[in-house]
């Protein structure tokens, strides 16, 4: 984004809610202020090899599956201690939406925004 025009659910005509949400365990590593920032502006997906979209409404970041439109994890950001954590997280769980046999877990939840959804935002900024 970039330019103060932050994402928001009506961004994408295709978001779909997570139809069968199953809480986890977040990943524990703060996030800084920086941070927060970009994926408050949210993610596009914009070639077709981008598998996500994201966006947050109320503290909370939604990500979706750019092919589909299907919400993947939803997660709540806080304020503690000079950074922002994730306090709760929840992920989809339904069979027909999530076919891969390798479990959603912390990790692979702090891949998706560390490695994919800070990572496009800041070569927007």
Same mark, same amino acid.
């Given at each position: 984004?970039?330019?103060?025009?932050?994402?928001?659910?009506?961004?994408?005509?295709?978001?779909?809610?997570?139809?069968?949400?199953?809480?986890?365990?977040?990943?524990?590593?703060?996030?800084? !202020? @920086?941070? *927060?920032? &970009?994926?408050?502006?949210?993610?596009?997906?914009?070639?077709?090899?981008? %598998?996500?979209?994201?966006?947050?409404?109320?503290?909370?970041?939604?990500?979706?599956?750019?092919?589909?439109?299907?919400?993947?994890?939803?997660?709540?950001?806080?304020?503690? !201690? @000079?950074? *922002?954590? &994730?306090?709760?997280?929840?992920?989809?769980?339904?069979?027909?939406?999530? %076919?891969?046999?390798?479990?959603?877990?912390?990790?692979?939840?702090?891949?998706?925004?560390?490695?994919?959804?800070?990572?496009?935002?800041?070569?927007?900024?």
């Amino acid at each position: 984004m970039g330019d103060g025009q932050r994402l928001r659910r009506e961004s994408f005509k295709s978001a779909k809610p997570i139809r069968m949400p199953a809480p986890f365990v977040p990943p524990s590593r703060p996030w800084s !202020d @920086g941070e *927060w920032l &970009i994926l408050q502006e949210g993610c596009r997906a914009r070639v077709m090899e981008d %598998k996500w979209y994201s966006y947050v409404e109320s503290n909370r970041l939604y990500i979706h599956r750019s092919w589909t439109g299907m919400g993947m994890f939803e997660c709540q950001f806080e304020p503690r !201690d @000079g950074a *922002w954590i &994730i306090t709760e997280a929840v992920v989809e769980s339904d069979p027909e939406v999530f %076919k891969n046999k390798r479990p959603w877990d912390s990790d692979f939840l702090e891949f998706v925004i560390a490695g994919v959804l800070l990572k496009r935002g800041r070569s927007l900024a």
